[in-house]
DNA sequence: AATGAATGAGACTTCATTCAT
DNA sequence: AATGAATGAAGTCTCATTCAT
């Protein structure tokens, strides 16, 4: 679209970046996110705690790239793949895309979302909400889903039960399986919004 | 039965342990968990910090007063009044309970329990669990609970939503009705649950 | 001796003390010096803090009655138990008895002789010392240890070498047999004395 | 070989870590060990807490280095400097040159050792030990010691007596001359081995 | 663009001692 | 004579952030 090709110097400062972005991941998914310290990012990104703070102006301002590039990898993802034919079918589907995510994003990292002083960060699930609720308008459309409560009520109440859900596996340390779990749940919950 | 009336130390003893709990609970509803100092909280308090050690082995011990103190006084509440006839009924109430009570304890300090820091004491949730198990079993029993699950699992399931719940509303700041949410949804899933 | 016989209340007294101080030695020879702290003792003892302070008027003074005790049991114990006939062979023997005393008193108790702290308690050895003199003197006397150092000195000499074995072995926490050791090393400088 | 030249702040890193280190020996010799605290060196080196914490991991990897330096000191300067002719005489002037460490290193500083505190540094004797072995070994070759005890029972009998000395020695303050003493009574035992 | 030395407030915890009861 | 609640200074260590080079 036009945009200038970079200059070398301009491609190392974005893989700087990242490196310094993946080194955060990894040690907030191994160490948690209480351990998660300036000086042990920059040891693991090989790069001086001076450069960091030349990419990120703050901690802060590194955990919210972390969420923000969670949040966009997982719309992007959802959105092209949900196959089933009937909308509650691939209301149960999103889910479990939802638990797919979050086992994959690792339980430390799932229990941040869980921390009061991320709030600030979930704004995140915005999009995702918004997705779910065309989704319900649709199956209302279609008929498909019982239409004495508004799509965005529904939505809600689901996203609601989902992270509770979650919730729960993250407080067991991710010992059992998730995927089937929100599976089996949500299962149940959009029984009851059938037509 | 025959118990010593404390001498006016003893008395002033546990006077001032308390004070210390309370300047424990304030602190943490107004900043936080994260905040919540052992230097603030004997401020607070008027005492030493050697005081506070004398009463409480570490911050951690505090902390688990303060759950262990909420839990019980939950279990408490609750057990003695659930009016309702049928049990469906009786397990709506039981949440609604669970909701006055959370917007009792105040939003942070409910925020506080989705702290995964906090984990260690949330063996906390047990005999509230335990409570609703038995009531669902008699539920089941006098065939108003379908039977095609067993209690543990429904207990749990409806716990799970229920913290769902609790937790969207913390992260609204406790700006709306909590109670008015609970009730309604928990109210679709308990009649999801009747035989 | 004309003493007036004690008071129950006096008897009582004693008896405290007492367990104070055997508290006291207690503790340091399973927890070590370090780790010996008002607080335990009294606990240990079940007494309060403040009757603690009632008998000792500080920390130190329950360290100086400890040596002070360990001392006197050490000196009356080995006066009365030289049998050996020659001179070199009752120095042997004193050092058996130093060596089994440090057993005795377990190495915890006996690295804390080696604590610069402590140096202020031992006048301790003075008495120990003496008596090893008057020893060597006698030998002289009878022409069984050489004359060309006099006794002072070579009492030192020896006093000298077996604090070293001692410290070597509380260094080794006590893991090897400390009686052979002194018997064997001591032995051989013995040796080296005879006339 | 060819080391790059360092810049003028790595000059100067090392020259703080010198300084902090230097402040730690000072304020050791002059109050010994167990008043050596984090704050005080900082202090007495003029840096901050931090800035201490930068450069050791921690209060005991400060003490770990002095002991590591002390020793490597003694070790090379020992080996080069053995000049009698025959294998005892080399034993008293390798206890000779002992001596003279310890003078040198000062009283407190010697104290220290003796600290139980500071077992943990004393695998440093470790090489101090082998060179006396190999000098013991060499002796029994050339028949200048007697064979029939090994080398390492001889060189740790020998050790532990001179251990003894510089205690006795640290003890009375080092009022008197260690290294006439020590070479005196090392002389003695010495005479004892001679085969 | 990059380094990493340096800061320093602030966290938790310990413990000998005092003193009102 | 006895209690034990209360003190508070002192200790070690952590860590986000700044800034001279």
Do not use: C
Not at 18 to 36: H, Q, S, T, W
Not at 60 to 78: C, G, H, M, P, Q
Not at 88 to 110: L, R, W
């Amino acid at each position: 679209m036009g945009k200038k090709p970079l200059t070398r110097r301009q491609e190392k400062a974005i893989e700087t970046k990242n490196r310094i972005y993946n080194a955060a991941i990894d040690i907030m998914d191994k160490k948690g996110f209480e351990k998660l310290t300036i000086v042990d990012i920059s040891k693991k990104a090989n790069v001086s705690v001076g450069a960091l703070y030349h990419y990120f102006k703050s901690k802060n301002d590194i955990l919210a790239e972390i969420f923000r590039k969670a949040d966009e990898y997982f719309s992007t993802e959802v959105i092209s793949s949900l196959n089933k034919a009937s909308v509650p079918d691939q209301i149960v589907e999103y889910f479990d895309h939802y638990a797919k995510f979050n086992v994959a994003s690792g339980v430390e990292m799932t229990q941040q979302l869980f921390n009061p002083k991320i709030k600030f960060f979930i704004k995140k699930s915005r999009p995702m909400l918004t997705l779910l609720q065309d989704l319900i308008r649709k199956g209302q459309e279609k008929k498909e889903i019982r239409m004495d409560t508004d799509p965005e009520e529904l939505a809600r109440f689901l996203f609601v039960m989902a992270r509770g859900i979650v919730f729960e596996w993250s407080l067991h340390e991710g010992r059992y399986d998730l995927e089937a779990t929100m599976h089996k749940y949500i299962g149940i919950l959009v029984s009851t919004l059938r037509s």
